[in-house]
């Protein structure tokens, strides 16, 4: 199931063949640049809406199977994924598709609601995790690293990185509070892949419109979102337990 996020993560690293190129705002615009796209963007898109509708459609077929007290998670799960799926697919999909592609920073933002909404899925289905997050130490240090890299982003006069700080450390963190749940179990590790791809995604597109490495971080920035559709697929598969 991974073998096409590895196909299409490679061939942005390693081709000109996804990103071909970058043309420059201009100045005083909010987003710097925009991507380029090559001839593989195209089997890219069709991989993106194949695999995130497949998932969509066997959250539905276990709507409508699952037990009543099954529904009220999984129809949480399907709700924000879907609010976040339609949503990253309309900036980073749709918009670019059309030559709009200075939105496509946008689409991370979105994929936030699909992580908390997985999150009050997990805690409903599994109580081991709703009790883990009120006494790991984890949240602490979430909420540190928070306040200080707020300050220090408002100290470096970066402000701007404030919405994808807040993005990147609240899904690394609720990724490894999940995962270290039940490190053993599929559905925790699926969910950890989704949540640091999610972060990684979000990181590197804030790093191509601040980098003088524009083209570099533009390629990077597809990695993460080849990963997200096969694992939310997987973890589709998977949920509930």
Not at 56 to 75: D, M, N
Not at 113 to 125: D, G, H, K, Q
Not at 145 to 166: E, K, N, P
């Amino acid at each position: 199931m991974l073998l096409p996020a590895g196909l299409f993560a490679g061939l942005a690293l390693f081709s000109n063949n996804m990103v071909s190129g970058i043309v420059m705002a201009p100045p005083g615009q909010l987003i710097y640049s925009a991507p380029i796209f090559g001839w593989a963007y195209g089997f890219y898109s069709a991989y993106l809406l194949i695999f995130f509708l497949s998932a969509l459609l066997i959250l539905v077929y276990k709507l409508f199977i699952s037990s009543r007290e099954q529904k009220p998670a999984i129809a949480g799960v399907l709700l924000g994924s879907g609010v976040a799926v339609l949503g990253s697919l309309a900036f980073s999909l749709i918009l670019p598709v059309l030559g709009i592609a200075s939105l496509f920073v946008f689409g991370p933002i979105f994929t936030l609601l699909c992580t908390v909404s997985i999150v009050f899925a997990l805690v409903r289905t599994q109580p081991l995790v709703a009790g883990s997050f009120a006494s790991s130490g984890i949240t602490i240090l979430g909420g540190t690293i928070a306040v200080v890299g707020s300050l220090a982003a408002i100290w470096l006069g970066h402000i701007d990185f404030l919405l994808t700080f807040y993005a990147v450390l609240a899904n690394l963190i609720l990724g490894l509070i999940v995962l270290l749940d039940n490190p053993q179990h599929e559905i925790n590790r699926s969910f950890a892949l989704i949540t640091w791809a999610i972060a990684f995604w979000s990181f590197c597109l804030y790093m191509a419109n601040v980098s003088e490495q524009i083209l570099f971080w533009a390629r990077l920035s597809f990695v993460g979102p080849a990963i997200i559709p096969a694992a939310f697929l997987y973890f589709s598969w998977l949920f509930p337990r």
